[in-house]
């Protein structure tokens, strides 16, 4: 056909003889020139904004500009390109009624199609380069094109060319959109801003996000409702479609046409002429898909960013407040750092998967009434009697989404609760292994989890009965409307109604599906938003004037401290001789910064930790100015209650305090309970102050840390707290001793700094730190400490009694004033004389011993990671190659082992009903679907039969019978209702089987490994294995694998069925094929990528909060409250970052997947339509049609369920890791154990080597030595001497590979470990409280009576102090003991080993954190309430050892002296008189 612009067929098309503008194809070309200028003008700008890089403006993502209109313009330019798609179709079918090709009918509107898509690429580059004066040119554009359109049409209606023309109306469209892209460009170059939203404070969480986020839900909304509408135009190009190719078969086709043309020449359809090519309907569908799939993906961007943003405003609300926080609310338990965790994790959470579905809300009705109203169309009555099916579920769908929420509150509530005993019993692992307690805490936690599995069980129920109702409810609308329409409607049932209803229903099922989810989120929402409102109004810290500033004062420069020391304590002398000889210091001169003498006072001050009751009455005090303040008193009596009133942590009930102007902006405060950030130790001591190398040298120094610091990895660069090494509590209190004395503040506050720390260190840190460091520069010092020998140096004292303040003034004027008190300090103080002169083993202080451990903990490490390392060097060398093609192909495979071992977790009948049951319930739904189209087109063929035989035509067709049609789909759907229901519910059990299979073997595994195990593995990764990984298998795990098994057989029967009816599908499968393959598999690599970098990013956001929430006092303290908000401003934005990543990650797949979906539409309606003018029924293409729209649907839920899984199947992995963990070897003969014994505590050690693990040198190597029953026994040594080792040894917690040990004639390594170690008792170093009752801590047994506690009580000073509380043994223990100080918790744990009355008691000096007097009362009960039993002292400081009745002596793990202390003493030559007289 020759090729022509206006075609040949007519002589007059060139003629202008009536007018230049009445020539329809001179019209059309004018039509041409805005678009040949746009391209002409945009294409050199383009080419060189791309060439040039100096061009491009680098716009960060907080900071993007868009110009007025910005999404109006998107809508308007997509809109335009489908109305242009429309007119180059119109144009292609109004050519094919014409005698020759009219290019003018289609090219003009083929260019403006590239000419808009040029104009999107045009105005992304202008406004992400911010050239707005750029825009004129699609000004110009827009004027042009608005123009000539608008000739166009003038000249359409005076021709008689009107709305019954499709061209008309889409040409009047054409004029729509271009003016009002005309306005939008007026307004951008009239007008430039940066659009910013600003929300208004408001007190309901609800408005604030409704004023904040209400615009871009709007447009999100917009989205959605365009996206629904388009997807009804799948169901309706399928009728139209088989409409058509029913019209071909039947016997009265329509006459051909007589083409007349217009005034203007050519011929223009009619949008019913349009419709009647079925081509035409297949190109309509994939472009309905295209835009559809587009707006929708849109729709779900705006939305997930506008959730991202909700979370990281909610977050910064959650900080801000948390930093206002009042003290009392986390002491007193009101507040747990779990319900912040739990604020900060899952509920901003939930309001952000809330905002997700928010647009659903009125998106839904919306599609519900189309659907129904086009059923009705199509189907009349019958599909109403559908509707009412679905309304009247509909509630049942909103119980179960209403139980489900109950169900996981319930699950959320044990699950808390069974974390909490976990944390426990790992913090206090070895306490409980020493007291054979594992077993009954292990129970604790084996009951909370029943719980917990039982509302498992629940929420597997009702999530089982959700997906059931999902996939059921269409099938039984199905089975409801064609029965009703079978029988009571007059006309048979063809395969276009059929086929497009289902297609309808379908549909429904997103909403449907929806609808239970939203109302689960929305009541999820509300429970978040009341969590939030309660936690935003709790109290708050005292609003004091000093607390306007955020920022502390500017630090001075740090001085030069001079090399010359000041006089050294002298511990020959006596203290009391010092105490009666002493010279008051001098008064120093203040700081030049300040001139009031008085640096702090507090007036008639009350202060209460909360409630009503004052814990602290009648203050009246003050601290002077640039002087040393010690604070004393007995455990408990106030003194650090005292500092955080003067800080303004507690309540004040009445009275005030009083800071001088400048000193409350400039503290520096080291808390009792020490605090380190997760971060290295330089910047722990730093704290956010400028570097100082000299200054920094002299603080660890002072603080005696550069021999820790040397034994780390990487010295002071190595990351310690939570998430880093492990220090043990002296050296991390040493750390928060420095980062007070290396800030250059005013004033410094010192809570019981020396408690964890050794006499000698603590020597060293008074000389150095306090009186040198710090008094030297006239700051001012208030320390609170038991040490009473420190007095002396004291400028000021303040002694505190049971919450009142007992004396204040100088030591000279207590001596004078207050005899008695003098008197009591210094009988102490002859006590302590006593100590101190016997006190000679520096080297096994404790701070050597927390040296010795972090070796052997770092060295532990090393050897697991050298022992991984080689793991990995032989896997490697399995692998020649390791190139970047080779790491990719790794990443992209699936764990097919791990989630084998998943899914025989849940026990192989489950997993085979799984398999089985969702196979045959596919069947069943494909064969429904078959038999539809069967009966269907047997009723067509029946209707055409009969109609032949009226106009007096024979054919030969079996009769149609109805009720065989009728009673075989009905048993079919009620096959495929009850196969959803038990296809569910075996993916659920068997998810739940799998979990609680999984944790039960966890938790035993990890409750009976070695102590070594826990050594060498932090206790953050144990406590995810139980948290997050448990929390994935529990709940995530299972509905991901049923909507990969729903969505892969889905799939699968969707490309069978079209394969089956159309087999040239096959073909063009080929290349979708791969194109799929390669999305899926660059998709997978990058978004498991993706999820680890949110992973990663996420876990130092919740870290910020956790630290935060437990160093609030220390960070007020310093005013550093803008520092840290600054810190988590950053690190929410770079969460924000990543997720935001990872979403649109889902969006770039599921575009790709949605448009490959389209294509195989596109491709299988061609492929069928040309098929069926063969002899294909036309019930099998609706068949095809229909499963080729599910593909789209269920390609990218493919892929995300394969991708999640994946991911989900990391927590399998870790936690099968952790399965293969070696367990103590508990079995033994019991046999001959009588049941009194040890009864003598007579213990033989033979030979005995010990090891810590198999792959570590013998810490312990051929021990000899015999222990009379009764004795008194003290162990010492130097440094790794193995003195300790041995004490685990009696336990059999360490590998005892050589020799034995025999306790009254028994052999222990024959005997059970639970036996051993309830048969033997131990105090150990550190107090371990857990939660519950006083009497549960005594007693986890439940074995003794009262009056057994009340002795052990009473024996422990604490009787008094328990019949105080309510409840009195019944009283609760917060979570770690916090209700208690630290020398309460010791002396608990003192208590506990009491209770137990064993003949054979270990000691490791316990008694660091309680007062001297207590101390003294506690060794000599010991040795009272033991006298007739074996008491084995493991000494760090030999002063308790010395009137031992033996002594064992170790150097290098070797036994080298063993005698009486006397004997020992009597030898010049022995270790033990070296180690006295040496002081080492």
Same mark, same amino acid.
């Given at each position: 056909?020759?090729?022509?612009?206006?075609?040949?067929?007519?002589?007059?098309?060139?003629?202008?003889?009536?007018?230049?503008?009445?020539?329809?194809?001179?019209?059309?070309?004018?039509?041409?020139?805005?678009?040949? #200028? *746009?391209?002409?003008?945009?294409?050199?700008?383009?080419?060189?904004?791309?060439?040039?890089?100096?061009?491009?403006?680098?716009?960060?993502? !907080?900071?993007?500009?868009?110009?007025?209109?910005?999404?109006?313009?998107?809508?308007?330019?997509?809109?335009?390109?489908?109305?242009?798609?429309?007119?180059?179709?119109?144009?292609?079918?109004?050519?094919?009624?014409?005698?020759?090709?009219?290019?003018?009918?289609?090219?003009?509107?083929?260019?403006?199609?590239?000419?808009?898509?040029?104009?999107?690429?045009?105005?992304?580059?202008?406004?992400?380069?911010?050239?707005?004066?750029?825009?004129?040119?699609?000004?110009?554009?827009?004027?042009?094109?608005?123009?000539?359109?608008?000739?166009?049409?003038?000249?359409?209606?005076?021709?008689?060319?009107?709305?019954?023309?499709?061209?008309?109306?889409?040409?009047?469209?054409?004029?729509?959109?271009?003016?009002? %892209?005309?306005?939008?460009?007026?307004?951008?170059?009239?007008?430039?801003?940066?659009?910013?939203?600003?929300?208004?404070?408001?007190?309901?969480?609800?408005?604030?996000?409704?004023?904040?986020?209400?615009?871009?839900?709007?447009?999100?909304?917009?989205?959605?409702?365009?996206?629904?509408?388009?997807?009804?135009?799948?169901?309706?190009?399928?009728?139209?479609? =088989?409409?058509?190719?029913?019209?071909?078969?039947?016997?009265?086709?329509?006459?051909?046409?007589?083409?007349?043309?217009?005034?203007?020449?050519?011929?223009?359809?009619?949008?019913?002429?349009?419709?009647?090519?079925?081509?035409?309907?297949?190109?309509?569908?994939?472009?309905?898909?295209?835009?559809?799939?587009?707006?929708?993906?849109?729709?779900?961007?705006?939305?997930?960013?506008?959730?991202?943003?909700?979370?990281?405003?909610?977050?910064?609300?959650?900080?801000?407040?948390?930093?206002? $926080?009042?003290?009392?609310?986390?002491?007193?338990?009101?507040?747990?750092?779990?319900?912040?965790?739990?604020?900060?994790?899952?509920?901003?959470?939930?309001?952000?998967?809330?905002?997700?579905?928010?647009?659903?809300?009125?998106?839904?009705?919306?599609?519900?009434?189309?659907?129904?109203?086009?059923?009705?169309?199509?189907?009349?009555?019958?599909?109403?009697?559908?509707?009412?099916?679905?309304?009247?579920?509909?509630?049942?769908?909103?119980?179960?989404?209403?139980?489900?929420?109950?169900?996981? @509150?319930?699950?959320?509530?044990?699950?808390?609760?069974?974390?909490?005993?976990?944390?426990?019993? %790992?913090?206090?692992?070895?306490?409980?292994?020493?007291?054979?307690?594992?077993?009954?805490?292990?129970?604790?936690?084996?009951?909370?989890?029943?719980?917990?599995?039982?509302?498992?069980?629940?929420?597997?129920?009702?999530?089982?009965?959700?997906?059931?109702?999902? /996939?059921?409810?269409?099938?039984?609308?199905? *089975?409801?409307?064609?029965?009703?329409?079978?029988?009571?409607?007059?006309?048979?049932?063809?395969?276009?109604?059929?086929?497009?209803?289902? /297609?309808?229903?379908?549909?429904?099922?997103?909403?449907?599906?929806?609808?239970?989810?939203?109302?689960?989120?929305?009541?999820?929402?509300?429970?978040?938003?009341?969590?939030?409102?309660?936690?935003?109004?709790?109290?708050?810290?005292?609003?004091?004037?000093?607390?306007?500033?955020?920022?502390?004062?500017?630090?001075?420069?740090?001085?030069?401290?001079?090399?010359?020391?000041?006089?050294?304590?002298?511990?020959? %002398?006596?203290?009391?001789?010092?105490?009666?000889?002493?010279?008051?210091?001098?008064?120093?001169?203040?700081?030049?910064?300040?001139?009031?003498?008085?640096?702090?006072?507090?007036?008639?001050?009350?202060?209460?930790?909360?409630?009503?009751?004052?814990? =602290?009455?009648?203050?009246?005090?003050?601290?002077?100015?640039?002087?040393?303040?010690?604070?004393?008193?007995?455990?408990?009596?106030?003194?650090?209650?005292?500092?955080?009133?003067?800080?303004?942590?507690?309540?004040?009930?009445?009275?005030?305090?009083?800071?001088?102007?400048?000193?409350?902006?400039?503290?520096?405060?080291?808390?009792?309970?020490?605090?380190?950030?997760?971060?290295?130790?330089?910047?722990?001591?730093?704290?956010?102050?400028?570097?100082?190398?000299?200054?920094?040298?002299?603080?660890?120094?002072?603080?005696?840390?550069?021999?820790?610091?040397?034994?780390?990895?990487?010295?002071?660069?190595?990351?310690?707290?939570?998430?880093?090494?492990?220090?043990?509590?002296?050296?991390?209190?040493?750390?928060?001793?420095?980062?007070?004395?290396?800030?250059?503040?005013?004033?410094?506050?010192?809570?019981?700094?020396?408690?964890?720390?050794?006499?000698?260190?603590?020597?060293?840190?008074?000389?150095?730190?306090?009186?040198?460091?710090?008094?030297?520069?006239?700051?001012?010092?208030?320390?609170?400490?038991?040490?009473?020998?420190?007095?002396?140096?004291?400028?000021?004292?303040?002694?505190?009694?049971?919450?009142?303040?007992?004396?204040?003034?100088?030591?000279?004027?207590?001596?004078?004033?207050?005899?008695?008190?003098?008197?009591?300090?210094?009988?102490?103080?002859?006590?302590?004389?006593?100590?101190?002169?016997?006190?000679?083993?520096?080297?096994?202080?404790?701070?050597?011993?927390?040296?010795?451990?972090?070796?052997?903990?770092?060295? +532990?490490?090393?050897?697991?990671?050298?022992?991984?390392?080689?793991?990995?060097?032989?896997?490697?060398?399995?692998?020649?190659?390791?190139?970047?093609?080779?790491?990719?192909?790794?990443?992209?495979?699936?764990?097919?082992?791990?989630?084998?071992?998943?899914?025989?977790?849940?026990?192989?009948?489950?997993?085979?009903?799984?398999?089985?049951?969702? =196979?045959?319930?596919?069947?069943?739904?494909?064969?429904?679907?078959?038999?539809?189209?069967?009966?269907?087109?047997?009723?067509?063929?029946?209707?055409?039969?009969?109609?032949? !035989?009226?106009?007096?035509?024979?054919?030969?067709? &079996?009769?149609?019978?109805?009720?065989?049609?009728?009673?075989?789909?009905?048993?079919?759907?009620? +096959?495929?209702?009850?196969?959803?229901?038990?296809?569910?519910?075996?993916?659920?059990?068997?998810?739940?089987?799998?979990?609680?299979?999984?944790?039960?073997? *966890?938790?035993?595994?990890?409750?009976?490994?070695?102590?070594?195990?826990?050594?060498?593995?932090?206790?953050?990764?144990?406590?995810?294995?139980?948290?997050?990984?448990?929390?994935?298998?529990?709940?995530?795990?299972?509905?991901?694998?049923?909507?990969?098994?729903?969505?892969?057989?889905?799939?699968?029967?969707?490309?069978?069925?079209?394969?089956?009816?159309?087999?040239?599908?096959?073909?063009?499968?080929?290349?979708?094929?791969? &194109?799929?393959?390669?999305?899926?598999?660059?998709?997978?690599? &990058?978004?498991?990528?993706?999820?680890?970098?949110?992973? !990663?990013?996420?876990?130092?956001?919740?870290?910020?909060?956790?630290?935060?929430?437990?160093?609030?006092?220390?960070?007020?303290?310093?005013?550093?409250?803008?520092?840290?908000?600054?810190?988590?401003?950053?690190?929410?934005?770079?969460?924000?970052?990543?997720?935001? #990543?990872?979403?649109?990650?889902?969006?770039?797949?599921?575009?790709?997947?949605?448009?490959?979906? &389209?294509?195989?539409?596109?491709?299988?309606?061609?492929?069928?339509?040309?098929?069926?003018?063969?002899?294909?029924?036309?019930?099998?293409?609706?068949?095809?049609?229909?499963?080729?729209?599910?593909?789209?649907?269920?390609?990218?839920?493919?892929?995300?369920?394969?991708?999640?899984?994946?991911?989900?199947?990391?927590?399998?992995?870790?936690?099968?890791?952790?399965?293969?963990?070696?367990?103590?070897?508990?079995?033994?003969?019991?046999?001959?154990?009588?049941?009194?014994?040890?009864?003598?505590?007579?213990? @033989?050690?033979?030979?005995?080597?010990?090891?810590?693990?198999?792959?570590?040198?013998?810490?312990?190597?051929?021990?000899?030595?015999?222990?009379?029953?009764?004795?008194?026994?003290?162990?010492?040594?130097?440094?790794?001497?193995?003195?300790?080792?041995?004490? $685990?040894?009696?336990?059999?917690?360490?590998?005892?590979?050589?020799?034995?040990?025999?306790?009254?004639?028994?052999?222990?390594?024959?005997?059970?470990?639970?036996?051993?170690? +309830?048969?033997?008792?131990?105090?150990?170093?550190?107090?371990?409280?857990?939660?519950?009752?006083?009497?549960?801590?005594?007693?986890?047994?439940?074995?003794?009576?009262?009056?057994?506690?009340?002795?052990? %009580?009473?024996?422990?000073?604490?009787?008094?102090?328990?019949?105080?509380?309510?409840?009195?043994?019944?009283?609760?223990?917060?979570?770690?003991?916090?209700?208690?100080?630290?020398?309460?918790?010791?002396?608990?744990?003192?208590?506990?080993?009491?209770?137990?009355?064993?003949?054979?008691?270990?000691?490791?000096?316990?008694?660091?954190?309680?007062?001297?007097?207590?101390?003294?009362?506690?060794?000599?009960?010991?040795?009272?309430?033991?006298?007739?039993?074996?008491?084995?002292?493991?000494?760090?400081?030999?002063?308790?050892?010395?009137?031992?009745?033996?002594?064992?002596? #170790?150097?290098?793990?070797?036994?080298?002296?063993?005698? !009486?202390?006397?004997?020992?003493?009597?030898?010049?030559?022995?270790? #033990?008189?070296?180690?006295?007289?040496?002081?080492?």
């Amino acid at each position: 056909m020759p090729l022509s612009f206006c075609g040949n067929d007519n002589a007059s098309a060139y003629s202008v003889d009536d007018g230049v503008l009445d020539n329809g194809c001179f019209v059309d070309a004018l039509n041409l020139v805005p678009h040949v #200028f *746009l391209l002409f003008i945009t294409f050199p700008i383009l080419f060189i904004g791309w060439g040039s890089q100096s061009s491009k403006v680098q716009i960060h993502h !907080s900071t993007w500009l868009h110009f007025p209109g910005h999404n109006m313009r998107w809508i308007l330019t997509f809109t335009l390109l489908f109305v242009h798609v429309c007119e180059t179709a119109e144009g292609i079918v109004s050519d094919v009624y014409m005698k020759s090709c009219h290019l003018h009918l289609f090219l003009p509107a083929f260019v403006g199609f590239i000419a808009a898509t040029t104009s999107v690429v045009y105005y992304h580059n202008i406004e992400t380069s911010n050239f707005p004066k750029l825009l004129l040119a699609l000004f110009i554009y827009w004027v042009l094109a608005f123009v000539t359109k608008t000739i166009k049409l003038v000249k359409y209606y005076e021709h008689n060319v009107g709305v019954q023309h499709l061209r008309f109306c889409i040409t009047a469209m054409l004029v729509i959109l271009y003016a009002l %892209l005309m306005a939008v460009e007026i307004n951008v170059i009239r007008v430039r801003k940066m659009v910013t939203d600003q929300a208004d404070k408001s007190p309901s969480i609800w408005r604030s996000m409704y004023r904040a986020f209400g615009r871009p839900i709007l447009l999100s909304s917009t989205f959605r409702y365009l996206a629904d509408l388009l997807g009804f135009a799948g169901p309706l190009c399928i009728y139209c479609i =088989l409409l058509r190719l029913d019209d071909r078969k039947s016997p009265q086709m329509s006459e051909q046409k007589n083409v007349t043309t217009s005034d203007l020449i050519v011929y223009y359809v009619s949008s019913h002429e349009l419709l009647e090519n079925t081509f035409i309907l297949a190109v309509l569908l994939f472009l309905a898909l295209i835009l559809q799939r587009t707006f929708l993906q849109a729709s779900y961007y705006v939305t997930i960013e506008t959730g991202i943003n909700l979370r990281g405003a909610l977050l910064a609300m959650i900080y801000n407040k948390m930093l206002r $926080l009042s003290t009392s609310n986390m002491s007193m338990g009101e507040m747990t750092l779990g319900q912040i965790n739990n604020l900060v994790a899952i509920e901003t959470n939930q309001l952000m998967w809330f905002l997700f579905l928010c647009p659903n809300l009125w998106a839904m009705p919306v599609q519900i009434i189309m659907g129904v109203v086009l059923l009705h169309y199509l189907l009349g009555f019958s599909a109403l009697i559908g509707a009412c099916v679905i309304v009247l579920l509909a509630p049942i769908q909103y119980f179960i989404a209403t139980k489900l929420a109950e169900a996981q @509150k319930s699950t959320l509530d044990y699950s808390t609760d069974r974390l909490k005993k976990t944390n426990e019993i %790992l913090k206090g692992i070895k306490l409980l292994k020493l007291y054979a307690w594992e077993n009954i805490f292990c129970s604790s936690v084996e009951e909370t989890r029943v719980k917990e599995l039982t509302s498992l069980k629940t929420f597997a129920l009702y999530t089982s009965l959700s997906i059931f109702m999902n /996939a059921a409810v269409p099938i039984a609308a199905v *089975l409801v409307t064609f029965m009703t329409h079978a029988y009571t409607s007059s006309t048979e049932l063809s395969p276009a109604v059929a086929f497009a209803s289902l /297609a309808l229903f379908h549909i429904l099922v997103t909403p449907l599906f929806l609808l239970s989810t939203v109302v689960r989120f929305t009541v999820k929402a509300i429970v978040s938003v009341q969590k939030l409102g309660e936690f935003l109004l709790s109290d708050e810290i005292g609003d004091d004037s000093w607390r306007n500033g955020e920022t502390s004062v500017s630090l001075e420069s740090c001085k030069k401290h001079p090399g010359a020391h000041t006089k050294a304590i002298n511990r020959k %002398l006596p203290l009391r001789y010092q105490l009666d000889s002493f010279e008051q210091p001098s008064r120093r001169q203040p700081r030049p910064t300040e001139t009031e003498d008085i640096a702090v006072k507090v007036n008639n001050g009350f202060f209460s930790w909360g409630s009503n009751v004052a814990t =602290l009455s009648d203050i009246n005090m003050h601290i002077p100015t640039g002087q040393l303040t010690m604070i004393v008193g007995q455990v408990g009596c106030g003194k650090s209650s005292l500092l955080l009133a003067m800080l303004g942590e507690m309540q004040t009930i009445g009275g005030k305090v009083h800071w001088s102007n400048k000193n409350r902006n400039s503290v520096a405060y080291a808390a009792q309970k020490s605090w380190l950030l997760n971060a290295t130790v330089e910047e722990n001591i730093t704290f956010g102050n400028p570097f100082n190398k000299q200054r920094y040298k002299a603080v660890i120094d002072t603080c005696s840390l550069q021999p820790d610091i040397d034994l780390l990895p990487y010295g002071d660069q190595t990351e310690i707290g939570e998430r880093g090494i492990n220090l043990s509590g002296g050296q991390r209190q040493r750390i928060c001793v420095a980062r007070a004395l290396y800030q250059n503040t005013n004033i410094v506050f010192l809570d019981d700094p020396f408690s964890a720390l050794d006499i000698h260190l603590s020597d060293h840190l008074m000389q150095e730190g306090i009186l040198k460091f710090l008094q030297d520069d006239k700051r001012t010092v208030v320390l609170v400490t038991h040490k009473l020998q420190y007095l002396i140096h004291a400028d000021w004292i303040i002694a505190m009694k049971d919450g009142t303040l007992l004396r204040e003034g100088t030591l000279k004027d207590i001596q004078n004033n207050d005899i008695e008190l003098y008197k009591h300090w210094k009988t102490l103080m002859n006590r302590q004389d006593q100590e101190l002169e016997k006190d000679t083993d520096v080297a096994d202080s404790q701070t050597a011993l927390e040296r010795k451990n972090l070796r052997r903990a770092l060295y +532990s490490r090393e050897a697991k990671s050298q022992i991984d390392d080689e793991d990995e060097e032989e896997e490697e060398e399995e692998d020649d190659e390791d190139t970047m093609s080779m790491m990719t192909s790794r990443r992209s495979k699936i764990p097919w082992r791990v989630c084998w071992n998943y899914l025989t977790s849940g026990g192989f009948l489950l997993l085979f009903m799984m398999i089985f049951c969702n =196979l045959l319930k596919h069947s069943v739904i494909v064969a429904i679907d078959y038999w539809l189209a069967t009966w269907t087109s047997s009723a067509q063929n029946s209707s055409m039969s009969a109609h032949s !035989s009226v106009n007096g035509t024979l054919t030969d067709t &079996a009769p149609f019978d109805l009720s065989y049609y009728t009673t075989g789909f009905s048993i079919l759907c009620s +096959s495929g209702i009850v196969l959803c229901l038990i296809a569910s519910l075996t993916v659920e059990w068997m998810g739940l089987f799998a979990a609680r299979n999984l944790h039960h073997n *966890l938790l035993n595994k990890i409750i009976l490994a070695p102590i070594r195990f826990f050594d060498i593995t932090p206790l953050g990764q144990m406590l995810n294995r139980f948290s997050a990984d448990t929390n994935i298998i529990d709940q995530h795990i299972p509905p991901t694998l049923e909507s990969l098994t729903r969505s892969t057989l889905l799939c699968l029967s969707a490309i069978g069925v079209i394969a089956f009816v159309t087999p040239f599908f096959l073909i063009a499968m080929l290349p979708l094929g791969i &194109a799929f393959y390669f999305i899926q598999k660059y998709f997978r690599v &990058a978004s498991k990528d993706l999820q680890d970098l949110d992973d !990663s990013t996420q876990l130092p956001l919740l870290c910020h909060f956790s630290e935060t929430a437990e160093g609030l006092t220390t960070i007020r303290a310093f005013r550093h409250e803008a520092r840290f908000k600054q810190r988590m401003l950053e690190l929410i934005d770079t969460n924000n970052v990543a997720y935001l #990543f990872l979403s649109a990650a889902n969006r770039w797949l599921e575009v790709r997947t949605d448009y490959l979906g &389209a294509v195989i539409v596109l491709t299988a309606a061609v492929t069928s339509i040309c098929t069926s003018e063969n002899g294909l029924q036309s019930g099998l293409v609706g068949l095809g049609l229909t499963y080729a729209l599910t593909v789209t649907n269920y390609l990218n839920w493919l892929v995300r369920s394969l991708a999640d899984l994946e991911v989900q199947m990391g927590a399998v992995k870790k936690v099968s890791g952790f399965l293969s963990t070696e367990s103590e070897n508990y079995e033994g003969d019991l046999s001959q154990v009588p049941e009194d014994w040890p009864q003598q505590g007579e213990i @033989k050690i033979q030979n005995l080597s010990v090891r810590y693990d198999s792959v570590l040198k013998p810490v312990l190597k051929h021990v000899n030595a015999y222990i009379n029953p009764g004795q008194k026994v003290g162990i010492c040594g130097r440094t790794g001497s193995g003195k300790s080792s041995l004490s $685990l040894a009696f336990f059999r917690m360490v590998d005892m590979f050589q020799g034995k040990i025999i306790i009254d004639g028994i052999d222990i390594s024959k005997l059970p470990l639970p036996t051993l170690r +309830s048969r033997l008792s131990i105090i150990l170093q550190d107090p371990v409280l857990f939660s519950g009752s006083i009497r549960f801590n005594l007693d986890p047994e439940r074995t003794c009576t009262d009056d057994r506690l009340w002795e052990a %009580l009473e024996i422990a000073q604490l009787k008094n102090m328990v019949k105080s509380l309510p409840g009195g043994l019944d009283a609760v223990v917060t979570e770690g003991g916090e209700n208690f100080s630290v020398g309460q918790r010791q002396l608990f744990c003192l208590a506990r080993a009491f209770v137990r009355k064993s003949s054979i008691l270990i000691m490791d000096e316990a008694t660091a954190s309680i007062d001297m007097a207590t101390e003294h009362i506690l060794q000599k009960v010991v040795m009272t309430a033991f006298a007739d039993r074996t008491v084995v002292t493991i000494a760090h400081r030999v002063s308790s050892i010395l009137e031992a009745e033996q002594v064992l002596v #170790f150097c290098e793990g070797i036994l080298v002296e063993c005698d !009486s202390a006397s004997s020992l003493l009597s030898q010049d030559d022995s270790l #033990f008189t070296l180690l006295v007289k040496t002081h080492k």
